[in-house]
């Protein structure tokens, strides 16, 4: 055996529908379609790439997490204008969950822009903005606490955008956003309703996020929410080694 074939790695496993999704965002490329035009069918879809049409649905689930195609009922599928501050475009085919590296990434990236905006909120912050994030971290608590996950992640949501509205700086605003947006892309792929091990001790960690913002203390601010990211990451991480490595 080489040494090559030693440290050789197997390539990650990647869902069918993943794949058909990239393929999906190839075709509107080569079709040249533009925000707005109508897209073939499902059935249209999953002819042309010898798939079923269950498959060809869950990749327009993903590609409208994404913001990349919007499915009206009765209508069909439509490319979106959604490009958001990154632009779609040049991450439409970067697919997280089963990538370490990408998750990774991804989370460091957060780190960067949630911490800024965490100090910037500590010292900006109003009244009606620190209600907000109270209010949001109240939100995540009661999903969790009633196991509707569907309203944990809207109070997630809320928290982390309403930090960066404290802020008071737009650039922060549009970054978080996207952020969370590639994030909300790993949970459509299938981790949604798996990652939730750390809902408790997110619970906590919001409030002390909300602690320190509240008290005006940058420093504090920017370190809990270090703590909070570097927690939600390391669940993601053992999630997708369960999946990719069965452990």
């Given amino acids: ?20 999704a990239e393929q999906i ?5 080569e079709l040249g379609l533009r925000p707005g035009d109508r897209m073939p069918t ?15 649905r869950e990749a327009v689930k993903i590609l409208s997490a994404i913001g990349r195609v919007r499915a ?25 969950p089963t990538d370490l590296d990408h998750v990774y990434m991804l989370f460091e990236f957060r780190r ?5 905006a965490a100090r910037l909120a500590a010292v900006n912050a109003t009244p009606a903005e620190l209600r907000a994030i109270e209010t949001a971290a109240e939100t995540c608590r009661q999903g969790h606490l009633t196991g509707r996950s569907a309203l944990f992640d809207r109070g997630d949501d809320d928290f982390h955008l309403g930090i960066a509205t404290a802020s008071h700086n737009q650039f922060l ?7 969370r947006r590639l994030q909300r892309q790993s949970n459509a792929i299938g981790m949604s309703g798996t990652v939730g091990g750390h809902a408790a001790g997110a619970i906590d960690e919001h409030a002390a996020i909300h602690r320190a913002i509240r008290d005006g203390d940058p420093d504090a601010a920017a370190a809990a929410v270090a703590v909070h990211l570097d ?9 997708i080694q369960r999946r990719v490595f069965g452990r």
């Fill in 42 to 56: 499902e059935v249209e879809l999953a002819a042309r790439m010898g798939t079923s049409r269950t498959v060809v």
């Fill in 72 to 96: 009206h009922k009765g209508r069909g599928l439509y490319v979106s204008d959604d490009e958001g501050m990154l632009g779609a475009s040049r991450w439409g085919g970067f697919f997280l």
């Fill in 231 to 239: 927690n939600t990451l390391e669940d993601y991480r053992r999630e």
């Fill in 112 to 116: 960067v822009q949630e911490t800024a």
């Fill in 25 to 29: 965002l190839q075709l509107i490329a």
């Fill in 173 to 179: 605003v549009a970054s978080v956003r996207e952020a």
């Fill in 1 to 20: 055996m080489t040494g090559d074939e030693k440290t050789a790695l197997p390539a990650p496993y990647r869902p069918g529908y993943e794949l058909v």
